[in-house]
T-cell receptor, first 115, second 115 residues
Framework: NAGVTQTPKFQVLKTGQSMTLQCAQD?????MSWYRQDPGMGLRLIHY???????DQGEVPNGYNVSRSTTEDFPLRLLSAAPSQTSVYFC??????????????FGEGSWLTVV | AQSVAQPEDQVNVAEGNPLTVKCTYS??????LFWYVQYPNRGLQFLLK??????LVKGSYGFEAEFNKSQTSFHLKKPSALVSDSALYFC?????????????FGTGTQLKVEL
């Protein structure tokens, strides 16, 4: 089972460049989200989506765009990379929220360095 | 706003001894509480969750956690630690908002189990 797949795993960017982190899930989950992980700060929510065509901002959305054209894919775009965006990025997915609570599944992470 | 505190950056324990990783939370409403583990250069793996019911929750790899509503805590425990348990542990909280699963993470606790 593939689960949540992120690409690339490692990337080095120059300041001002743009790029897209890809995320795909094969579990037919409605909810998908992007987090960034920084030392001493845990994981912080960047953007999330509750279904195809619907996205919303999380805690730290500035400098990032997302779209959700299909249930499976949820790409994260860095518009103009800055050194402050050096981080580890995690994509996550879960089924529609229920009263029993849903487990959220994470990808393996994408290590991004902006120089 | 919901928040999670993990007061210890690092916990050291000898193999075979019991371990506790602390977590306290703050939410308005009924909390859904999670523990995730992260091994070096890997994504987050689900350990266990509390939704409702029995305050003692059992999870993967022999871990368990106790939900204490009066103390707003959800400490992770294991009766006998293994060297292979050494990893970064995250506590997270969510509430049923209808807006999608949006976990709030603690800053993480590095567990080091030594021989």
């Amino acid at each position: 089972n593939a689960g949540v797949t992120q690409t690339p795993k490692f990337q080095v960017l120059k300041t001002g460049q743009s790029m897209t982190l890809q995320c795909a899930q094969d579990m037919n989950h409605e909810y998908m989200s992007w987090y960034r992980q920084d030392p001493g700060m845990g994981l912080r929510l960047i953007h999330y989506s509750v279904g195809a065509g619907i996205t919303d901002q999380g805690e730290v959305p500035n400098g990032y765009n997302v779209s959700r054209s299909t249930t499976e894919d949820f790409p994260l775009r860095l518009l103009s990379a800055a050194p402050s965006q050096t981080s580890v990025y995690f994509c996550a997915s879960s089924p529609r929220q229920s009263l029993s609570g849903n487990t959220i599944y994470f990808g393996e992470g994408s290590w991004l360095t902006v120089v | 706003a919901q928040s999670v505190a993990q007061p210890e950056d690092q916990v050291n324990v000898a193999e075979g001894n019991p371990l506790t990783v602390k977590c306290t939370y703050s939410v308005s409403g009924n909390p859904y509480l999670f523990w995730y583990v992260q091994y070096p250069n890997r994504g987050l793996q689900f350990l266990l969750k509390y939704i409702t019911g029995d305050n003692l929750v059992k999870g993967s790899y022999g871990f368990e956690a106790e939900f204490n509503k009066s103390q707003t805590s959800f400490h992770l425990k294991k009766p006998s630690a293994l060297v292979s348990d050494s990893a970064l542990y995250f506590c997270a909280v969510d509430i049923l908002t209808g807006g999608g699963n949006k976990l709030t993470f603690g800053t993480g606790t590095q567990l080091k189990v030594e021989l």
